[in-house]
C-alpha cells in the first residue's frame, strides 16, 4: 500500500485517539496496539470518525506465546472502504483476563471470538453466547494452543458392538518414527532397493 498514504491514517488515527500509543507502519500494514480495557472504545472511534471510517469488520484471530505472561495476542483487522485501507489492532492479555467483546461495535465479530475461545481459549466479557463453536460438547482443552498435545487426549470412533461413537483415551499402536524425506532421484549416495543387484561397467 502506499507508504504516504498509511502514513496520513495513522496520523488520523493519533489525531482521534489522544491517549492512545500512535500505530506503526511497517511492511505496508498499519498495526496499533491497544489496552484490552479500551478496546471498545478504540473499535467505537476508528469506526464512527469520517476521517478513518474503519467500519468494515475483518477478523479476529488469537496467537499463542506460552512463554509469555500474557501468553495471548488478540488480534483485530479492519477494513476502511472509503479509504481503501486496512488497520490491525492488537491487544495482549493472559489466560485468564479477559477480553471485552466488540459485537456491541462490530456484531460480525460473534463468530470469530468464539472460535478464538474455542480453538485457542482466550475469553469475552459482554459476549452474547460465548461457547465452543468447532469442537465437541466435552472437549478438553484448546487445540490452537502451543503446548497442545498433537495427538490430543482422547480419539473417537464408532464401536460396532455398542453400535455408537464411543470417546477413548489416544493409544497409538506405533511410536512416532524418524522418516528419511530426501529425495532418492537427488542425493548421489541413496541406494534404492533393488540396485544392489545392478552390474556396473
Known amino acids: 500500500m ?8 495513522a496520523a488520523a488515527v493519533t489525531a482521534a485517539l489522544p491517549g492512545e500509543a500512535p ?20 473499535a467505537k472511534v476508528l469506526r464512527d470518525d469520517p476521517a478513518l471510517a474503519f467500519v468494515s469488520f475483518i477478523d479476529v484471530c488469537a496467537v499463542d506465546y506460552p512463554e509469555r505472561a500474557e501468553r495471548f495476542d488478540v488480534v483485530y483487522h479492519l477494513l ?19 477480553v471485552p467483546s466488540v459485537t456491541s461495535v462490530y456484531p460480525g465479530a460473534d463468530w470469530f471470538e468464539r472460535e478464538a475461545y474455542d480453538l485457542v481459549g482466550v475469553l469475552f466479557t459482554d459476549h452474547p453466547e460465548l461457547r465452543r463453536i468447532l469442537t ?6 484448546h487445540p490452537l494452543r502451543k503446548d497442545f498435545p498433537m495427538t490430543g487426549y ?13 470417546y477413548e483415551p489416544v493409544t497409538l499402536n ?16 541413496y541406494v534404492l532397493p533393488g540396485d544392489e543387484k545392478a552390474k556396473t561397467n
Open 136 to 141: 465437541d460438547y466435552g472437549f478438553d482443552g
Open 23 to 42: 500505530p506503526t507502519v511497517a511492511h505496508g500494514e498499519l498495526t496499533l496496539e491497544v489496552d484490552a480495557a479500551r478496546i471498545v472504545d478504540v
Open 2 to 9: 502506499n507508504e504516504a498514504l498509511l502514513n496520513e491514517i
Open 154 to 166: 482422547v480419539e473417537v470412533r464408532y464401536d460396532d458392538a455398542e453400535k455408537r461413537v464411543v
Open 174 to 189: 506405533q511410536e512416532f518414527r524418524s522418516f528419511d524425506f530426501l529425495s532418492p532421484w537427488e542425493g548421489p549416495d
Open 80 to 98: 476502511s472502504p472509503t479509504r481503501n485501507a486496512r488497520i490491525r489492532l492488537r491487544v495482549t492479555t493472559a489466560e485468564a483476563s479477559p
